[in-house]
């Protein structure tokens, strides 16, 4: 769990350590820096960079880590967005074991 100070949001990184394989969830573009270093030190790949909404409190993140890393981006379909995976109720992702 990270924080961001100046919108007040949390971003979420998820990994499983015995592939490497890395999802982030809700980053802020403002700590993209911050998040690239943190992915990059622990040797992490990025899978996916998932926003669970549209966020009207600050830029999303997403396509700078995946433009920086590769991986995908991912948000629901309902929400209208762009994003290289749009998910529907009861879709998954996997990454790594999970």
């Keep these: 769990q990270l924080f961001e100070s100046s919108s ?4 979420y990184v998820l990994a499983d350590g015995a ?7 809700d980053p802020v573009l403002e700590t993209v820096p911050r998040d ?3 992915l990059r030190e622990l ?5 996916y960079a998932v ?6 409190d600050h830029v999303t993140g997403s396509g700078s ?13 309902a929400s209208g967005a762009r994003a290289d995976v749009l998910l529907s109720d009861g879709d998954q992702i996997t990454f790594g074991a999970f």
């Design 8 to 11: 007040c949001t949390y971003t």
């Design 19 to 25: 592939s490497g394989d890395a999802v982030v969830i």
């Design 36 to 38: 690239l270093q943190l």
């Design 43 to 47: 040797r992490l790949n990025l899978r």
């Design 51 to 56: 926003n669970t909404h549209c966020h009207a």
């Design 65 to 77: 880590l995946v433009r920086a890393l590769g991986g995908r981006s991912v948000i629901s379909r």
